[in-house]
């Protein structure tokens, strides 16, 4: 269904009133930005909405306005982008694409759910917030959104696993994939089920800490870490902002790692490792490639 | 906390949906007034004033050099833009601030905006701002009598006076202040130092506020000389930088919008009356670590002394030389025993006035609270130092330190060469340290009091004093440190002295 231009206009016209408002009150604000989201998801909510919808179109508008002064929304989602923030999915992706086909009474309280979940994941660990998003991502409907979260949280938060026992998977991932100059470092665990590779050319990330660029700016200074999501198949999370200093190389889980260099020609000099009972992450120092010790089998949560 | 109760925490906040079928956002929680205050600054950076130098930084420092010895460094923490975040503490601080500068670098603009911070309307921003020129006269400056009291008044309190609406902003701004002829300077130096301006015995009080000066050279190239006592009254001066080419996109979007960045400031940055007054008081709040007073006064007392100046100890300073007509260049030389490559004192004219010492203490806690610190670090006091001793201290240029290699050019970059010299002060203090801290402790027994005291107990100390003073004396080099040293130690005898005399004559 394509938007009458009756309804277009009024929305559009909202838009502009809530740009000038922010642009004159909110230091934090872009325009810019703001229009862009005018030209991408709006067209496509308004599309999904009948006029009688316009009271949600303005929340979402105001909602889209505060986000982007906060520093939520970078801009709209591109084509096989990965979310930069789940604020990023929501307001690009599943708001214009699946809150329409909400039945109206309950449209505006998933809006607001939406935007509590983006608002809180922003201050959780960013692990967490790139794993929802990654998850989250191929939502097909928002009729049980809470349900679909709690799945998605239990895989990241309380996974079910499976001991490593005497003969774990070795599954290698190519971090040039994330960034064609990073040298995979030291490694430690931020969950049972998320590792954090540090690059070990540029040291510690997040020097440029939070508190000096104020709320305002909210500048997420996270280069130099790479988190990956051990599930099977394993997931790189992208940045993940650690701030820790993993301290000197390490060997861990080493009867792996001996039976490894044994059985594959590729698993070369270690530069370190990280270990648990389920799981296990060694780098390499000829290497971008990272290998991932996953149980043979593991019963999906 | 299991899967379901961590989802309903997440899915809580503070969006709301509300009957009519909207989505409603209640305020976040208040950010603080440091959040604010560098909220305001990165607006300022981003969208108004054009500026590339980030010359107060903090963190550690990597340096990059070339084979011709010009060197740069990046640090791994915040830094900031002087032109910009100086004028922002001066009007938090209520300070006077002088910016310098070529024409068309920002000055005014700067300025301008600190006071439309401050909630000013910019029209009324615009209005205020008094801009300096040969003809400017006090009535002009101040106001004028009203023409009909002046027939009617049999007695001066019978005039009226309408003084001019700027006097009593929040934020003052002289345009180009030292075009300004030289008996309106003095009309303006009571107000910028008393706080208030006297016509036909009637007064006009300026309350608490910030003084922005302006001019395109502090070298006094103005078209009237500036009186000393109103440079001596500006407290920290703030230079502008050139424009960098790499921002000629943004000037052209800015000439494409037609809209100056003062019509575009946005509310949210802009401070309440209150909210100036709530980080007024808690900058004063901010404490300043008794480690980072004992260096800063290891770095400015030593700046005062002069060995040669007078054979009555007390009188070793650079104002007996002053006094008389003489020069540090006249009289530091080979008869002075001290390494002029080393000591601090043959490199200035001058040593430091009380108003200096207030004045960098109050710009150390704005910038520690600026960052959001409770208290101040030796890194904030020495960023803060070259912009407050910018027009205070004059280099000796007769020094053998500024003949070195390369040192020359530190006589025409104050900012560089107070740097140089705070420096070579922090990497003295260690070695003296363990005499100032024999020193405090001798003056911490004196100010906790004397009451109750007993002769013999004040005799003791007196020894005591009087044994470190002595070992001060002959076995160190006397340096301005130790003479600030000794100095005191004479102070806290002569105080004792006195209490014993008094004991003494109560007991007979």
Known sequence: ?301 | MNTRETVKRLLEGRAKAGPDLRTHLSDLDGSTLPDKMRRSYLWIVNNAILCPTYDISFGNRRSFKNSAGDTIELTDSMSFSSFILLPMLTLFTCRRALLVGGPGRGKTSSAVLMALLSGMPLDAVRRSIQRGHPQLTIADLLGVPLPSDMMKAEKLSDIEVAWRGWITERVKIIDEYNRIPTKTQSALLSLMAEGYAEMFDQYVYAGRSSWFLTANDDAGGGTFQVIEALKDRIDIVIRAVPFNTGFLETLLERIEKDRSPEEQVPSDIVFTPDELATIHAEILDVKIPADVLGRLSTFLGSLDFCRMASTVFELKNKDTLRLSGHTVSGVCDERCPLDKNVHLCSQTENGVSVRVYQTVLHFAKALAYFRGLFEVSIDDVAQILPWVLHDKLVPNPRSPFFLGKGKDVLLYDRVAWIREMFSSAMSRHASHEPIRKKVQELAGDLNRGLEGLDLKTVENRMAKTASLLDSLLTKNELSGSVYEEIILLKSIHSRYQNYAQWLRQKSS
């Open chain 1, 1 to 301: 269904m394509v938007a009458s231009e009756e309804f277009v206009r009024a929305s559009v016209e909202k838009a502009h009133g809530l740009r000038l408002d922010y642009s004159a009150r909110h230091s934090g604000f872009s325009g810019e930005l703001f229009d862009r989201f005018l030209t991408g998801p709006l067209p496509a909510l308004l599309d999904g909405l009948d006029p009688a919808d316009l009271p949600l179109v303005e929340s979402y508008l105001s909602l889209v306005a505060e986000g982007i002064r906060l520093g939520l929304l970078p801009g709209p989602l591109r084509d096989g982008e990965r979310p930069r923030s789940f604020a990023q999915l929501v307001f690009s992706r599943l708001v214009p694409l699946l809150l329409p086909k909400l039945p109206r009474r309950k449209q505006a309280d998933a809006l607001a759910k939406l935007w509590n979940l983006s608002e809180n994941l922003s201050s959780s660990p960013r692990y967490l917030e790139s794993a929802l998003s990654h998850g989250l991502a191929g939502l097909e409907a928002l009729d049980n959104l809470e349900a679909d979260l709690e799945k998605e949280t239990s895989r990241v938060l309380f996974p079910r696993l499976c001991p490593l026992g005497t003969h774990p998977r070795a599954v290698w991932l190519d971090l040039s994939v994330e960034d064609t100059r990073f040298l995979p470092g030291q490694v430690h665990f931020l969950n049972p089920v998320i590792a954090c590779i540090h690059d070990r050319a540029r040291g510690p990330a997040g020097t440029h800490s939070e508190k000096g660029g104020g709320r305002g700016s909210s500048t997420r200074f996270h280069g130099g870490t790479v988190s990956v999501w051990m599930a099977d198949p394993p997931v790189i999370l992208g940045p993940s902002g650690c701030v820790e200093d993993p301290g000197p190389p390490k060997l861990q889980g080493g009867p792996h790692w001996r039976l490894l260099a044994i059985k594959d020609p590729r698993f070369t000099e270690i530069l370190d490792t990280a270990a648990t009972e389920w799981r296990g992450l060694a780098t390499l120092v000829t290497s971008q490639w990272v290998v991932l010790l996953l149980p043979e089998k593991e019963k999906p949560a």
